[in-house]
Nanobody, 129 residues
Framework: QVQLVESGGGLVQAGGSLRLSCVASGPSIDTYTMAWFRQAPAGNEREFVAAVHWSSDVTHYHDSVKGRFTISRDHNKNTVYLEMNGLKPEDTAVYYC?????????????????????WGQGTQVTVSS
């Protein structure tokens, strides 16, 4: 069983920055592709934000965050980060860490809240205008 614990959310003004962290624990955690998803209020679907491949550490981003967000992975600490710069009010959402075993970047990017794998409890990010 993989457990994911997110932290780092908060309230920030537009143009500001935040860094989210996701600490992963469990067997063979290095064989999981890791990703961040977000879910805006009012029952919107959970959407893909960024992912890092389990073996190559190659990254993949949603077009809306390219150039502003950076995903990275520290294998020694079993931690995935999401550095968010140039935040916009439309980035406001609950951000979820997601882990899927031996999964390609393309496959995880097509995922949703019903995808197989493991999810964290989420951390709220609020960007004020």
């Amino acid at each position: 069983q993989v457990q994911l614990v997110e932290s780092g959310g908060g309230l920030v003004q537009a143009g500001g920055s935040l860094r989210l962290s996701c600490v992963a624990s469990g067997p063979s955690i290095d064989t999981y592709t890791m990703a961040w998803f977000r879910q805006a209020p009012a029952g919107n679907e959970r959407e893909f934000v960024a992912a890092v491949h389990w073996s190559s550490d190659v990254t993949h981003y949603h077009d809306s965050v390219k150039g502003r967000f950076t995903i990275s992975r520290d294998h020694n600490k079993n931690t995935v980060y999401l550095e968010m710069n140039g935040l916009k009010p439309e980035d406001t959402a609950v951000y979820y860490c997601h882990a899927r075993h031996l999964t390609s970047l393309q496959a995880i990017a097509l995922g949703s809240s019903s995808s197989s794998g493991f999810w964290g409890q989420g951390t709220q990010v609020t960007v004020s205008s």
